[in-house]
């Protein structure tokens, strides 16, 4: 029997040795190129191997697939995959009651009841009655499909995952053809591994298609999609394109000065790859090196650009100061993790926003700018750079773990539909001054070395206005102070208006930055339906803030500023416009759920209604 | 034509700025010297760059007419190796003092000479702490009463040329700011060098740490008490050159030339060898005579160099970058 749904949720949880995000990407790819909607929510530990079995140690991957269009990973799984019991222990209560539990009972020993604290299975004590229960001996079966290859018992047990993904695309009705070619392309130098992941995969496509013990499965169709090309993109690839295309577009080289720090690393991964493009990529000794060398690079005429996440932005913080004193194209990205200090390094917070406006000494503004979808990354990667290109500044580029590692259909675009930012070096050595302004963007010229009769001088302390020469003068102080604060402050005038989603004037405003973008957006849908005069609007430039903020403030009773942080923009708003903002703040290490803010909202109405 | 044509002198090299030392600083001497040189190398002005870090030396690049970056303390060969892999063809110096180098920019020079970026760090060394009025530096000896340290430092000193050698710096040398003409060939050849150079100038800061070289760097005694390096030359010295170093065991002595000792059985310095530069960079007056001079020269290619290489190579491999299939790859479909 087929059933026909609009969207299903799948989560799938195991031992971080297990495989499960290798699992949810291959399922994610496959959905993807289906032509399904989808978002991801990778959620794994920081430890690279927790003890096995131990709860943590549990690496989950929850993708949500549909055929219409979907903004979040959805609230709660319909389906979740247990591959231990430490993953049903830590994964079960998400999963509401009547959802379905596949669960490898191989698994369920009692040295690894043990290890998950249950005093006794679950499997057989009657607790997992709320839920549709499937116990299959995933690890035996697939054992047994792999007889006669040379592989130890250990080895053979690491493809297991392919067997619960197996079972996974026959219950959605999904090709195996993709995972299939990527076996092929990962493990063509290793013949019994590709051989080995082959048979399970296809062992579990089979077990679900001749044993009875599912009844149904089930379809959902590919959703109507804009027209295009689309691939699947995670934020952190997406941001890495961007600024590769960014480089392209203003005609020079990208330099990128980087430390290790999850969750940015694998820009740093992905960028090193692009030798091609020219880009180069420094793998400094520390966050400070990382940040000197990116603007040692803007100096000399390339596009400097750094990154890290909270912990080694709080480093840079020193030469971000340098850089908006000295006038330099500079973005710094921030893939903001759970703070303080280490934190949760793998976890989803948005909490360095006043950390990258206001974490300087002396008044040092720096535009800010926050995608808030995965897709989004590439554009703002652009903005980013063709702001501090024509205004000559560091801006901040505000991402998270969230955006990072979740992924979302993207539709490419055309090269030629991309903005041209480029900016020429100043060369005429009659008119140069190092601190002579452009009048319409104040940005002073850019002067790089190399340039016959350019030579100046230029570096941390204040510059007196025009010349450059050191400058100990108060009104000078001033009038730089002031200049460097207006430069910033005028980029508003060069970005497109708030846009408000929903009625332009109503009840409750739901405002919003970032990555809780997708369960803004779905909660105002939703009360939509519901007939509420509740919009929605969200955020991506952070400093200046869109001209028309404030009148779109204005034009609601309510306004609710759901943030994972204890509301930092809402202090800016607040600041900004005095308008008494609500806040809804959840610093749970994971992204707010679509109900969380449907009720919030609801609950706000109520209040108003009931006065 | 182009103005480089015409040689260019001290003055061309001089900026408009007035130079804000303390009256009879070491670093006007270093200052002067460094001005004088830079017509030698026949590099044209505008690809000449000094960055400096914070620090009575990190002055230094607002007197310089060329260009030049004052940037933050202890940070300065992060911005060179930036600014070199974006430009390798630029002539990049860095200008830095003992605290600036060694204490809170430590981590930074380490990296910079094992990684071999192409720039020339000169190390003002004058043992304190000069803009901030006196403070103990990782160069003060052992015991030093200064301000920060009034019952004496506890901290062993650093030694900046071992420090330089065991990073890996293809170019170690130190000179005095006083001696001029040594000086002015050390710089010369640290400006000639392509790769991490390193040179420490002992330099005199009269104000809060005035003559804390002059025990050996004095006219009347430095001859005996200093050892002038050349490359495959006897290390002798002395008014009379009569002193030698000599190896017994793993240990340099000081020996009178004579009866027993002959030139045979001293020393000759071999720029080339990193473990006799290392020997080198331990001794220290009152012990030893302070070696000046190149310790240690050698050649591997250099930081820019390699990353050019593996861009040439990334693009002869898989040709330019096309922006529009770079966005196209991996698994795509259409919605029509």
Redesign the interface.
């Known amino acids: 029997m087929v059933q026909e749904l609009d969207r299903v949720t799948i989560r799938f949880a195991g031992d971080s040795g297990d495989g499960m995000q290798l699992t949810g990407t291959q399922f994610t ?1 496959t959905a ?4 399904n909607d989808i978002a991801t929510l990778p959620d794994y530990p920081a430890e690279i191997r927790a003890p096995a079995g131990s709860l943590p140690g549990v690496s989950g991957f929850q993708i949500s697939f549909s055929s219409s269009d979907i903004h979040t990973p959805g609230d709660a799984p319909d389906v979740l995959v247990a591959m231990n019991p430490a993953a049903l222990k830590t994964n079960v209560g998400d999963l509401p009651p009547g959802g379905a539990l596949i669960v490898n009972s191989d698994a369920f020993s009692s040295a690894n009841l043990a290890k998950a604290g249950y005093a006794s299975n679950p499997l057989t004590d009657g607790s997992l009655q709320a839920w549709t229960v499937f116990e299959i001996p995933i690890s035996a079966l697939n054992e047994r499909s792999l007889d006669g290859l040379d592989m130890t018992s250990k080895q053979k047990d690491l493809t297991k995952n392919f067997f619960a993904l197996g079972i996974m695309f026959w219950l959605y009705e999904r090709s195996m053809d ?1 995972t299939l070619k990527w076996i092929t392309a990962k493990f063509g130098s290793k013949p019994v591994l590709a051989e080995a992941n082959t048979r399970a995969l296809k062992a579990g496509y089979a077990f679900g298609e001749t044993t009875e013990i599912f009844h149904t499965h089930y379809r959902v169709k ?1 959703a109507n ?8 993109i995670t934020g952190n690839e997406a941001t890495a ?1 961007g600024m ?2 960014a480089a ?1 577009l203003a005609q020079r ?1 990208l ?1 990128y ?1 980087s430390y290790p720090i999850t969750p940015a690393s694998d820009i740093l991964h992905q960028l090193s790859t ?5 880009v ?1 990529t ?1 793998q ?3 966050e ?15 596009l ?1 650009l750094t990154a890290s996440s909270g912990p080694g932005i709080a480093l840079k913080t ?2 971000m100061g ?1 850089a908006v004193m ?1 006038e330099l194209p500079l973005v710094v990205i921030d893939v903001q993790r759970a703070g303080p200090s280490t934190g949760m390094p793998t976890k989803i917070e948005q909490s360095d926003l006043l950390q990258v406006m206001y974490g300087r000494n002396g008044d040092a503004p720096m535009p800010v700018v926050a995608p808030a979808t995965p897709g989004e990354c590439f554009d703002y990667a652009v903005e980013a750079w063709r702001i501090a290109l024509k205004y000559m500044t560091p801006v901040a580029y505000l991402s998270d773990a969230f955006l990072a590692t979740g992924s979302e259909p993207w539709k ?4 030629a539909d991309l903005p041209s930012i480029a900016v020429d070096n100043w060369t005429d050595k009659d008119t140069f001054r190092p601190y002579l302004r452009d009048p319409e963007t104040l940005a002073r010229p850019w002067a ?14 204040e510059k007196a206005d025009i010349t450059g ?2 400058s100990y003068d108060p009104d000078n102080h001033h009038r730089m102070t002031m200049l460097r604060h207006e430069k910033v402050a005028n980029i508003a005038n060069d970005i497109p208006d708030l846009q408000v989603y929903g009625p332009s004037r109503g009840d409750v405003l739901v405002l919003g930055w970032g990555s809780t973008y997708g369960a803004l957006r779905s909660a105002v849908e939703r009360l939509h339906a519901d007939g509420k005069a509740v919009s929605h609007a969200q955020l991506r430039h952070l400093n200046p803030f869109p001209r028309n903020t404030g009148d779109v403030l204005g034009s609601f009773r309510r306004v609710l500023m759901p943030e994972v942080n204890m509301g930092q923009l809402r202090h800016l708003i607040r600041d900004r416009y005095l308008v008494d903002a609500i806040g809804l703040n959840k610093v749970r290490g994971k992204p707010f759920r679509i109900a969380e803010i449907e009720a919030a909202v609801r609950l706000l109405l109520d209040e108003d209604s009931s006065r | 034509m182009t103005d480089t044509l015409i040689p260019l002198t001290k003055k061309d090299f001089t900026s408009d700025q007035e130079v804000r030392w303390c009256p009879g600083c070491g670093d006007y001497s270093i200052l002067a010297q460094t001005q004088k040189t830079m017509p030698d190398f026949g590099v044209p002005r505008e690809n000449i760059v000094f960055i400096s870090g914070i620090g009575c030396s990190g002055r230094l690049p607002y007197y310089m007419n060329t260009y030049g970056f004052h940037t933050i303390h202890g940070r300065a060969p992060t911005l060179a190796t930036g600014l070199k892999a974006a430009r390798p063809e630029l002539m990049v110096w860095v200008i830095t003092g003992d605290g600036d180098a060694l204490s809170i920019g430590g981590n930074h020079v380490i990296h910079s000479m094992r990684r071999n970026v192409d720039i020339r760090l000169i190390m003002f060394n004058n043992r304190i702490y000069g803009l901030t009025k006196g403070q103990a530096s990782p160069t003060s000896e052992f015991g030093k009463k200064t301000k920060s340290t009034p019952s004496g430092t506890v901290d062993t000193p650093i030694m900046p040329l071992s420090v330089a050698l065991t990073a890996e710096a293809t170019f170690v040398a130190r000179s005095v700011d006083t001696q001029t003409e040594h000086l002015q060939e050390t710089l010369f050849a640290a400006g000639n060098h392509r790769g991490s150079a390193f040179v420490e100038v002992l330099q005199n800061c009269n104000i809060f740490n005035d003559g804390a070289w002059r025990s050996f760097t004095d006219k009347d005694v430095r001859d005996d008490r200093m050892l002038v390096l050349k490359h495959g030359q006897p290390m002798v010295f002395g008014k009379e050159h009569d002193k030698g170093i000599r190896l017994r065991g793993l240990q340099p002595e000081v020996v009178e030339l004579g009866d027993d000792v002959s030139m045979a059985d001293v020393l000759v310095h071999d720029e080339t060898d990193q473990a006799l530069a290392y020997l080198l960079s331990r001794m220290f007056y009152p012990d030893f005579p302070v070696p000046v001079g190149v310790l240690h020269r050698t050649s591997r290619p250099t930081h820019d160099q390699l990353v050019t290489a593996q861009i040439d190579d990334a693009i002869a491999k898989s040709g330019k970058g096309d922006l529009s299939k770079l966005l196209f790859s991996g698994e795509t479909w259409t919605v029509s």
């Open positions: 790819r993807a190129v289906y032509g993709p590919p999609l804009p027209p295009g090309t689309y691939r699947n394109l590769v295309a392209q080289p330099f000065g692009y030798k091609h493009f020219g180069k420094f400094a000794e520390d400070i090196a990382a940040i000197g060398s990116a603007i040692g690079a803007s100096y000399g005429g390339a400097g020193e030469a340098l000295v490419v675009p055309a090269v790089v070395p190399g340039t016959p009769g350019l030579e100046h001088r230029i570096g941390g302390l020469s050191i």
